[in-house]
T-cell receptor, first 113, second 114 residues
């Protein structure tokens, strides 16, 4: 079982609210990722980080932002949630070695009304 | 067009039966291919990983094969159990990426009935 955690697991909020999805890992991994996954669809990379103070946008454009102040923590923030943000958000991390596996958190299911 | 295509999209089998899931990819240059299992409402968990030189890898009742020439992989599940019900995702990594970027298939949704 991977030591990567996400909170909350489920979130229902109204349009316009600011939300932060938490992700933390205790494996000391430098590389961390955020993915968005809709039902029946592939995972899309929205943000990634090589390490502390490093953040980059992924392949899928997202209105969310991320920060990496500590190695173990990689929160994702939506300043003003909209119904189009309804999705599942998965956090992952991996060690900085060749062929290393990405370990995924349990995900946060977000519903914006 | 997605660079990783999986078939079938969904599959229903009876408990105890075997099944085979398919994955075709166009990712290049190829580094490795992983099969992940994703239970409903959970994150994906890695089952197997194969590099260019490997053509088969087993993990218990799961056996993955890879044909790097035809860019095809399969995941064979033997003597299925109810707990095998999940989405099985084929994930390919390219060799040129220091990010370790992954290309995901849409998954095959497997349902095992008693």
């Amino acid at each position: 079982e991977a030591d990567i955690y996400q909170t909350p697991r489920y979130l229902v909020i109204g349009t316009g609210k600011k939300i932060t999805l938490e992700c933390s890992q205790t494996m000391g991994h430098d590389k961390m990722y955020w993915y968005q996954q809709d039902p029946g669809m592939e995972l899309h990379l929205i943000h990634y980080s090589y390490g502390v103070n490093s953040t980059e946008k992924g392949d899928l454009s997202s209105e969310s932002t991320v920060s990496r102040i500590r190695t173990e923590h990689f929160p994702l923030t939506l300043e003003s949630a909209r119904p189009s943000h309804t999705s599942q958000y998965l956090c992952a991390s991996r060690a900085d070695r060749v062929q290393e596996t990405q370990y995924f958190g349990p995900g946060t299911r977000l519903l914006v009304l | 067009k997605n660079q990783v295509e999986q078939s079938p999209q969904s599959l229903i089998i009876l408990e105890g039966k075997n099944c085979t899931l398919q994955c075709n990819y166009t990712v290049s240059p190829f580094s490795n291919l992983r099969w992940y299992k994703q239970d409903t409402g959970r994150g994906p968990v890695s089952l197997t990983i194969m590099t260019f030189s490997e053509n088969t890898k087993s993990n218990g009742r799961y056996t993955a094969t890879l044909d790097a020439d035809t860019k095809q992989s399969s995941l064979h599940i033997t003597a299925s159990q109810l707990s095998d019900s999940a989405s099985y995702i084929c994930v390919v990594s390219d060799r040129g990426s220091t990010l370790g970027r992954l290309y995901f298939g849409r998954g095959t949704q497997l349902t095992v009935w008693p």
